[in-house]
């Protein structure tokens, strides 16, 4: 599993952005994947999560509602959609995935890890 994101950019609070993580070696088909962020001066923190089906998946409470995760397994891609997004959603955002078929917000349930997509969101 080797993963980039990308998608990030400057947004309005209120737009939206559609950020992509990558398996460049495609083999990431039986892993649950993770989104997690990161803002200056702050702790990395899990923001959603999708089991290597699609089946299953889960959200922070500061993004429920208005992000939603899904995958791609055709073309070894994790989309994070964000909607409605606030300022307080500006941090570097990070893909990951699980040696897993399933795996909770732990990030150290988490193995592999992309370089990080930058979201910035003005008020």
């Known amino acids: 599993v080797q993963l980039q994101a990308s998608g990030g950019g400057f947004v309005q609070a209120g737009g939206s952005l559609r950020l992509s993580c990558v398996d460049s070696?495609?083999?990431?088909?039986?892993?649950?994947v993770g989104w997690f962020r990161q803002a200056p001066g702050k702790e990395r923190e899990f923001v959603a999560r999708?089991?290597?089906?699609?089946?299953?998946?889960s959200y922070s409470d500061s993004v429920k509602g208005r992000f939603t995760i899904s995958r791609d397994n055709a073309k070894s891609t994790v989309y994070l959609q964000m909607n409605s997004l606030k300022p307080e959603d500006a941090a570097v955002y990070y893909c990951?995935?699980?040696?897993?078929?399933?795996?909770?917000?732990?990030?150290?349930?988490?193995?592999?890890w992309g370089q990080g997509t930058l979201v910035t969101v003005s008020s």
């Open positions: 070696r495609r083999t990431f088909s039986n892993n649950a």
């Open positions: 990951a995935a699980a040696r897993s078929s399933y795996s909770g917000p732990d990030s150290a349930s988490y193995t592999y």
């Open positions: 999708i089991s290597w089906n699609g089946g299953s998946s």
